[in-house]
């Protein structure tokens, strides 16, 4: 009996390894994407900041998460990760295109700013979790 429940264990930590690192990675890149720095902001107690990257982080887990469940290999998880890290990034870039001075709006702590882009976060990533098909 625990023999067949601990048989899993050495999938489980390689992926959830993986999606740890593909996590890292995305917030690695994402903050340097931006034109402001949002750990700095959220030192500061700045809400928009916090709102809008932990709603991003959201939008990006939401289609790692999809992928873990769907994915067969490791590769199958990595590439689709990798999908959704672009697409999020993609995202905060259109959503700077529709509101101009969107970081600095962030860094000036407008709320309904932040909350704009982390509200197209979650939804791209929602929309992303729900194209991956394998």
Same mark, same amino acid.
């Given at each position: 009996?625990?023999?067949?429940?601990?048989?899993? @264990?050495?999938?489980?930590?390689? $992926?959830?390894?993986?999606?740890?690192?593909?996590?890292?990675?995305?917030?690695?890149?994402?903050?340097?994407?931006?034109?402001?720095?949002?750990?700095?902001?959220?030192? +500061?107690?700045?809400?928009?900041?916090?709102?809008?990257?932990? /709603?991003? !982080?959201?939008? $990006?887990?939401?289609?790692?998460?999809?992928?873990?469940?769907? %994915?067969?290999?490791?590769?199958? !998880?990595?590439?689709?990760?990798?999908?959704?890290?672009?697409? +999020?990034?993609?995202?905060?870039?259109?959503?700077? /295109? /529709?509101?101009?001075?969107?970081?600095?709006?962030?860094?000036?702590?407008?709320?309904? %700013? =932040?909350? $704009? !882009?982390?509200? =197209? %976060?979650?939804?791209?990533? @929602?929309?992303?979790?729900?194209?991956?098909?394998?």
């Amino acid at each position: 009996m625990l023999y067949s429940s601990i048989q899993g @264990l050495p999938d489980f930590l390689l $992926f959830f390894g993986a999606a740890m690192g593909l996590t890292a990675a995305y917030l690695v890149l994402y903050t340097l994407s931006t034109t402001h720095n949002e750990f700095e902001l959220i030192r +500061q107690n700045n809400v928009a900041a916090g709102a809008s990257l932990g /709603l991003s !982080l959201m939008g $990006f887990a939401i289609p790692l998460s999809s992928a873990i469940v769907n %994915s067969k290999t490791i590769v199958d !998880l990595l590439v689709y990760g990798v999908v959704a890290l672009i697409i +999020q990034i993609m995202v905060y870039w259109l959503v700077r /295109l /529709l509101l101009t001075n969107l970081s600095q709006r962030i860094a000036n702590g407008e709320v309904a %700013s =932040a909350l $704009f !882009l982390g509200a =197209a %976060s979650l939804a791209a990533g @929602l929309v992303t979790a729900a194209a991956m098909i394998f």
